[in-house]
Every structure is written in C-alpha cells, then in structure tokens.
C-alpha cells in the first residue's frame, strides 16, 4: 500500500540528547512537511521541504533540524536546544501544486525521560 | 498567527442523528480548505476538501459548505456513527505566492465528535 511511514511510534529521550525521528513516503510525492501537535492544539509546521536537498523552516523550526537526502525521506532531529520537545510528531506529504491535500501518517509520540 | 478557528471544542450527539462542525477563517486569500479527521494516536486523515470557487461539496455522508461572505466552514456528517468519534480539523491553504508550492497548512484547533449511544 501506498502511504507515509514514521517510526518509532514512541521516543523517549534523555535531557542533551538529539534524537532522530523518521518519516518515509512511497507516493512519489515531492513536498514533506513535519508538524507538531500539542496536547488540544491544533498542528503547527516545523519545516518543510519542496524538493531534494533544500527544505524551509515553518513557524515553529527553532530546536529542530532537517535533511532532504532523497525524495522519499524526510527526517527530523530534535535537538537538545528544544527544551519542551514532548509532543506529538506528525509527517505529512503531497504533490507540489496548489490546492492539493497533504497526506500524513500515524505520527512519533516523543516524551522526556 | 492562527487563521483558522472553530466554535466548538467538543460537539456530542446521538448516533444516527446528523453533526454540524463548525470552522471560521479569518484570511480572505485563502482558496482551499480541507477537512480532517484524526482518531486517537493517529494521523489526520483527509475527509473532503473544497476550493473557494465553490459553495458546496459532497461526500460520501458528508458535505462541506463554503461561505466566503462570511469566512465560515462547515463540515456535515449524515447519520453519525460510532466510527465517527474522533477530533475534526479545518485546514486553511493559501500557496505561496513566488511559486505556487506548498508551504503547509494552517489548522484549528479541533472539535472533539463524541456518539451517544
């Protein structure tokens, strides 16, 4: 089947550590998005990448990092700058044009140990 | 800031009778919006979606109404069902300018669906 896969599905990670989410699509899709979701919160864009090899911080990008190495790979690093990194971590995808839906996956619960 | 708002955060209603979910945007630009569905640790999942050259569009059991005159989004659920309990989010789009590309989604904040048996 077609679609978007993140793993894990649950992280938890130690104070100063980095940890590396991953968010893989097969829908040959050119934009991925990463969102994160707090708890009663709408999502919020923390970047975004267009094409391979160049990506945009969204309105929440500070403490975060990304690389876009293939087309189907999207990953996303919260690094030990984000100081209130427990949320919900949500990957989307979709085709480069305008008015087209963003598809998304089950999303990386991440948690402080 | 946020554009995109909706009036209720939980919405409860028996099964089988229809649910009004409501969203108000504030950016007269934007000129596509989607509707999502999102279950408990799960992703959202696309429902329906419209384009501000039109008023209305229907789904299977569901039908999205557009007024622009007013900024409002309604999402409308036919007969709702147990398997319809979940948080609904409005999605505002607005492309880029430069280049028409994608530069993600603006949601609400979520209205909670929950089915009286």
């Known amino acids: 089947d077609g679609g978007i896969t993140q793993s894990p599905k649950y992280l938890f990670r130690k104070e100063g550590q980095n940890v590396t989410l991953s968010c893989e699509q097969n829908?040959?899709?050119?934009?991925m998005y990463w969102y994160r979701q707090d708890p009663g919160q709408g999502l919020r864009l923390i970047y975004y990448?267009?094409?391979?090899?160049?990506?945009q911080k969204g309105d929440i990008a500070e403490g975060y990092s990304v690389s876009r190495e293939k087309k189907e790979s999207f990953p996303l690093t919260v690094t030990s700058a984000q100081k209130n990194p427990t949320a919900f971590y949500l990957c989307?995808?979709?085709?480069?044009?305008?008015?087209?839906?963003?598809?998304f996956g089950d999303g990386t619960r991440l948690s402080i140990l | 800031g946020e554009s995109v708002g909706l009036h209720l955060p939980t919405l409860s209603v028996q099964e089988g009778d229809n649910s009004i979910i409501n969203c108000a945007y504030s950016n007269s630009a934007s000129d596509y919006f989607i509707w999502y569905k999102q279950e408990s640790g799960k992703g959202p999942q696309f429902i329906i979606d419209?384009?501000?050259?039109?008023d209305k569009r229907q789904g299977q059991r569901v039908t999205v109404l557009l007024n622009k005159t007013v900024k409002h989004l309604s999402l409308q659920i036919a007969a709702t069902q147990p398997g319809d309990s979940a948080v609904y989010f409005c999605a505002e789009f607005r492309a880029f300018l430069s280049g028409g590309g994608a530069d993600g989604l603006t949601f609400g904040k979520g209205t909670h669906l929950i089915i009286q048996p």
């Open positions: 829908l040959n899709h050119d934009a």
């Open positions: 990448s267009q094409i391979v090899n160049d990506f």
């Open positions: 989307a995808s979709s085709i480069i044009s305008a008015n087209q839906p963003q598809h």
């Open positions: 419209i384009r501000s050259n039109m």
